[in-house]
């Protein structure tokens, strides 16, 4: 794993990026799964500090969110 623990190379030094991966997944499972909590599968917010907050930036840049978040 790359020295942040996320993004990766492309190379055998870090392969992929399983932290966002799994970030990923589960925020798509809280957009599937929100209005059996009563929520807006529409308004989930991304929000984070330091780390956190980059990993927000990562995802709102990433070709793999295709726009599924807004700033």
Known sequence: ???TGFLSTGDEAARGNWG?????????????HARAFGASHTKVLLLGNSAGAASVILHLVSPLSNGEWQC
């Open 1 to 3: 794993m790359e020295k």
């Open 20 to 32: 966002l991966l799994d970030q990923r997944l589960a925020l798509l499972w809280i957009r599937s």
